[in-house]
């Protein structure tokens, strides 16, 4: 067989795959019809052919056969690596008359291109004669995360097992097909590196065994342009028996660590280097030897260097006693500004706390000045209904890309298992989706996002793709509105993060894990005072944020009671009471819930039935959810109010002693319903 033949052969056996598989989700964003009369494509890359390298050869292999297959307009198509041509990922595609060149200095890039030919393609818009079409991305960095543990399970995974690691031992092989397809999914957006495993990093992981399961899952990568990285324990040294410490200035530690790195990149020369979650909940760290978050840092990054490789240093941290958790990190990595490694990027949550609806940005995206930095964002949706609500997080993102460059790189948590939909719902896709496409153009608009994803996951007819738009965009504001509007935070129920279990305190819990430590009601009203006259936190903005926030007139709504702590009747600059307010946006968030639920109802003759009906059940739940999140915050709150709810207000559909005694069946963090209420 030539070249073409066997490259056809191959996409036909994989669309084969796809098609026993039917509309069950797992085609993802990615289910363009084969095209049967293939069209011409023309390799022109001239002098130092890129397919004499290995990985350069089969993802360049990959552009073309995707392209044979999936461009179904009669045009012909030269891809060109070119060193002229866009640097750095980047690629053009230029349209002459019937004729189509995508072009870029390297082979991921045609790859990149190819992808976006496709989706220009598939959401009508193939490019027009005479034009061209110039993408760089915005980050160079573009990972996702996995908290996926060596016996499979999934820290705040809410869909199924993991890909890569088992109980059951070895997995790769079998899973190599599966592997293979998650590569091509991140390439056709643009996502070039993963972290295999959870950031609380067993040690176990850095074993010469598990490095040789790593080596396999990063040669089936590479040819998509994936890199893999490992999250590492930072007592493996001693936790491993090879050395008594893990003190980052000890020569045998350094050794050890720089041997560690020498084995890995013998097995993997294009390895990315490491994600550490250091003295963070528990977490092994330097400051258990005495040593700081820099001499942690910098240590592995000498060890790295020699390689090209990497740290991604979290700045995650808070301890039990904090008078105000958001401001830990800060006050913990602003002192060491500009003594970091230039390989060191430090990770930083999207928000001060962690991953709540609704934050306002974290105050070191603004401060840092001499380090480098990478937003984190979470995908998985621990905070935000796990993969039962529909919350399209492009919106909530965005608070942060509006106002922060990501020139270092960008992180999401995975929201990925092994369920056969890849992230337990189908509407759970457009988050993975959407971060990657924003991590390759941070510009991008959630519309123009939930858009193009609609439209190649469901279908392009409007009747669905516009009010599904609005429901999307619509839905994380709705999610943050029925769970903790107006700034709340943290009032999630102890052991998962799914229910609101505001009242939440048992004796011997630390106060920040508890709700009480965050929204502090009480009889004269509530929200966390981090104002000059309370926790100072506002001083860490720069003006005119820090007057801004300090000023409970000016503050806005959204972040008020994050600020503040607001008495019940205090008028509000909209003009009504706090309290009044309060159990508006609550009702707001369960309107607009049953409204998803209802514009979802009317969607069933666009799109296949299976997806549909899944979705059904799912967003029904949702909207009942919205109730419970409601009634259970809004009759704890009134506790201390002790105001009745303004007269538009539906009365609670529960009560709140039956509320509080209502406990979750938790199975691997996911939740049982709440129609299981008495
Ligand atoms: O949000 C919290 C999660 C933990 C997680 C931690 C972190 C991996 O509840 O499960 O641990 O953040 O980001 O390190």
């Given at each position: 067989m030539n070249f073409y033949k066997r490259v056809a052969f191959a996409t036909?056996?994989?669309?084969?795959?796809?098609?026993?598989?039917?509309?069950?989700?797992?085609?993802l964003w990615l289910r363009m019809t084969g095209n049967e009369n293939a069209i011409k494509i023309h390799n022109d890359t001239k002098g130092q052919n890129p397919l004499d390298v290995a990985d350069e050869t089969k993802t360049l292999r990959i552009a073309l056969s995707e392209l044979q297959f999936y461009i179904r307009e009669n045009v012909s198509i030269h891809v060109e690596v070119d060193a002229n041509a866009p640097k750095n990922d980047g690629f053009s595609i230029t349209r002459k008359g019937d004729e189509i060149f995508i072009k870029s200095a390297s082979s991921v890039g045609v790859l990149y291109g190819a992808f976006a030919l496709i989706r220009l393609q598939e959401t009508g818009k193939m490019p027009k004669k005479g034009s061209t079409i110039v993408e760089v991305p915005s980050s160079p960095l573009r990972l996702l995360n996995h908290w996926d543990n060596l016996n499979?399970?999934?820290?705040?995974?809410?869909?199924?097992?993991?890909?890569?690691?088992?109980?059951?031992?070895?997995?790769?092989?079998?899973?190599?097909?599966?592997?293979?397809?998650?590569?091509?999914?991140?390439?056709?957006?643009?996502?070039?590196?993963?972290?295999?495993?959870?950031?609380?990093?067993?040690?176990?992981?850095?074993?010469?065994?598990?490095?040789?399961?790593?080596?396999?899952?990063?040669?089936?990568?590479?040819?998509?342009?994936?890199?893999?990285?490992?999250s590492v324990n930072f007592a493996s040294p001693k936790a491993l028996g090879d050395v008594s410490t893990a003190d980052p200035l000890d020569p045998d530690v350094i050794k050890w660590w720089q041997n560690k790195v020498k084995e890995i990149y013998d097995a993997i020369p294009n390895f990315g280097g490491f994600l550490v979650k250091a003295n963070s909940e528990g977490e092994p760290g330097p400051q258990d030897f005495g040593r700081t978050h820099v001499d942690g840092a910098n240590m592995l990054a000498d060890a790295l260097k020699p390689y090209g490789g990497i740290v991604m240093w979290r700045a995650f941290v808070y301890a039990a006693n904090s008078p105000d958790r958001a401001n830990q990190a800060y006050d913990e990595f602003?002192?060491?500004?500009?003594?970091?490694?230039?390989?060191?990027?430090?990770?930083?949550?999207?928000?001060?706390?962690?991953?709540?609806?609704r934050e306002p940005v974290h105050p070191l995206f603004y401060s840092l000045k001499h380090t480098k930095v990478m937003p984190e964002f979470q995908i998985t949706q621990e905070y935000l209904g796990e993969s039962i609500h529909?919350?399209?997080?492009?919106?909530?993102?965005?608070?942060?890309?509006?106002?922060f460059k990501m020139t270092e790189g960008v992180a999401g948590v995975s929201n990925i298992g092994n369920s056969v939909n890849w992230c337990g719902s189908d509407m759970a896709q457009a988050n993975w989706y959407a971060f990657g496409r924003l991590a390759w153009n941070q510009n991008l608009t959630s519309k123009e996002i939930a858009d193009e994803w609609l439209k190649q996951t469901f279908t392009t007819d409007k009747k669905f793709v516009t009010p599904m738009t609005k429901v999307m965009l619509e839905s994380h504001e709705a999610c943050v509105n029925y769970m903790m509007p107006m700034g709340i935070h943290h009032i999630f129920a102890g052991g998962h993060h799914y229910g609101p279990e505001p009242w939440y305190a048992?004796?011997?819990?630390?106060?920040?894990?508890?709700?009480?430590?965050y929204h502090?009601?009480?009889?004269?009203?509530?929200?966390?005072?981090?104002?000059?006259?309370?926790?100072?936190?506002?001083?860490?903005?720069?003006?005119?944020?820090a007057s801004t926030f300090n000023d409970v007139n000016k503050c806005p709504e959204k972040y008020l009671l994050w600020f503040h702590h607001v008495g019940w009747t205090q008028k509000l600059p909209c003009g009504e009471t706090l309290w009044n307010r309060l159990c508006h946006k609550y009702d707001e968030g369960v309107r607009a819930a049953e409204s998803f639920n209802a514009t979802w109802a009317k969607m069933a003759q666009f799109i296949d039935k299976e997806r549909f009906e899944k979705l059904h059940i799912l967003y029904d739940r949702q909207a009942k959810d919205a109730w419970w999140w409601r009634d259970a915050c809004l009759l704890y709150f009134q506790t201390f109010s002790n105001l009745p709810f303004p007269k538009d207000c539906p009365p609670a559909r529960h009560d709140l002693q039956t509320l509080m005694r209502y406990h979750l069946a938790i199975d691997n963090y996911t939740a049982a319903p709440i129609d299981q209420l008495p």
């Open positions: 036909l056996l994989v669309l084969q795959a796809f098609a026993l598989k039917a509309e069950d989700g797992h085609r499979g399970t999934i820290e705040r995974g809410f869909a199924g097992r993991s890909i890569f690691w088992s109980n059951e031992g070895d997995i790769i092989n079998q899973n190599a097909a599966l592997i293979s397809e998650y590569g091509r999914a991140n390439a056709s957006i643009g996502i070039n590196g993963t972290v295999l495993n959870n950031v609380n990093a067993s040690p176990q992981m850095l074993t010469s065994e598990r490095i040789g399961q790593t080596k396999r899952v990063a040669q089936i990568l590479a040819p998509y342009g994936i890199k893999v990285y490992l602003m002192p060491f500004d500009g003594q970091f490694r230039d390989n060191v990027i430090l990770q930083v949550k999207n928000g001060p706390v962690d991953f709540q609806p529909s919350v399209f997080l492009a919106p909530m993102w965005k608070e942060l890309t509006d106002v048992p004796r011997g819990v630390r106060a920040d894990w508890t709700p009480p430590y502090k009601a009480a009889a004269d009203g509530m929200g966390f005072d981090r104002t000059r006259n309370g926790s100072n936190n506002v001083s860490l903005y720069p003006e005119p944020l």
